[in-house]
């Protein structure tokens, strides 16, 4: 297979797509997320704590202090891909995040994620 149709090929396949947790197994805490790229994303945020500029200060602080050996990345539920390929699947990714969120409540001692603001 030339290069040409390796990355047609790559472009085309499709990302498994849907919410994920990063759990300190020091402490508890967890980080919930959702992705239209579950690997790339993951891949992102372990290449942040890695460098020192991940975006989240706590769980930053908390990689420098613990290690990366105390914290797992996972994914915890994946969406289904679209019949309609048009269709963007961001709303179909935050109602699903949002469940995950009040499911596990991972705000202040409990995980990184900043509480939601009710809008007016």
């Known amino acids: 297979m030339d290069r040409k149709a390796k990355i047609r090929e790559y472009k085309e396949t ?5 919410v994920y947790r990063i759990t300190n197994k020091e402490n508890g805490k967890v980080f919930i997320g959702s992705s239209k790229d579950l690997t790339a994303i993951l891949n992102r945020h372990r290449s942040e704590l890695k460098i020192g500029s991940h975006r ?5 602080e908390e990689w420098r202090q613990y290690g990366p050996e105390a914290f797992e990345f996972e994914q915890l539920e994946l969406l289904e891909p679209l019949d309609d390929s048009f269709r963007d699947p961001s709303d179909d990714l935050l109602v699903l995040e949002e469940m995950w969120l009040e499911k596990l409540s991972p705000f202040g001692d409990r995980g990184y994620n900043k509480p939601v603001k009710a809008s007016a």
């Open 56 to 60: 989240n200060k706590v769980m930053q």
């Open 14 to 18: 499709q990302r498994p797509m849907g």
